[in-house]
Structure formats: C-alpha cells, structure tokens
C-alpha cells in the first residue's frame, strides 16, 4: 500500500513559479513509475508528466513541455513538478499517482488528493 500527499499548490499570477511535491509512504516508492495528472472544471483528466523509476526517463505533454520538469528524490521518497511559466490555463487540481510500471504511467493504482494550482491572468 503506499499514500501520497501532495503539497506546493497556491494562487499565483500568470509567468510565476510553482513547485509541487507529493511525499510517499512505504518502502516500494523507488520501484514505482510516477505520474502527475491535473483536471480542470469541465475538462478531463489529462497526464502532465511522468517519470521512470530511476528517474532517468521522462515525459511531459505537449501543453507543458519546456515549462515543467519532473524529478524524483528515492531517498526521500518524493516526486516534484517544477512549474514555470505559468499560464491561466494551468489552473487545476494537480495529483500525484503511482503505477506499479516500472517506466510509464498508464493505470495508476495510487492516487494522492490532489492540490489546487490557480493561475491570475
């Protein structure tokens, strides 16, 4: 079993800055791949970002490709999604999910709560 906290979400203003991070519990954080989704009102769930067990692949869609980097931090069992540029239309509950994959992300079976990201214009 393994619980991810998400934490680093806020109000910010269009072309700042926002770090999320998502904390997990249990010892087979490493051997995870790792993902982070967003989902905005009335919008479907989209995967923003991946990142392979050892950190050494990764994968970002096309809408925040060269504005977020993922990263990963074994021994502290946390994952990160550096943000930015920040753009009104990033505004979202950001989670965090866990596939029992090695390398991608494409049936999550862990799911944090989620943060609020809220981008002013």
């Known amino acids: 079993q393994v619980q991810l906290v998400e934490s680093g979400g806020g109000l910010v203003q269009a072309g700042g800055s926002l770090r999320l991070s998502c904390a997990a519990s249990?010892?087979?954080?490493?051997?995870?791949?790792m993902g982070w989704f967003r989902q905005a009102p009335g919008k479907e769930r989209e995967l923003v970002a991946s990142?392979?067990?050892?950190?050494?692949?990764?994968y970002y869609a096309d809408s925040v490709a060269g504005r977020f980097t993922i990263s990963r931090d074994n021994a502290k069992n946390t994952v990160y999604l550096q943000m930015n540029s920040l753009k009104p239309e990033d505004t979202a509950i950001y989670c965090c999910?866990?596939?029992?994959?090695?390398?991608?992300?494409?049936?999550?079976?862990?799911w944090g709560q989620g943060t609020q990201v809220t981008v002013s214009s």
């Open positions: 999910a866990a596939d029992t994959d090695r390398t991608v992300v494409s049936s999550p079976r862990y």
């Open positions: 249990g010892r087979t954080f490493s051997r995870y791949a």
């Open positions: 990142i392979s067990w050892s950190g050494g692949s990764t």
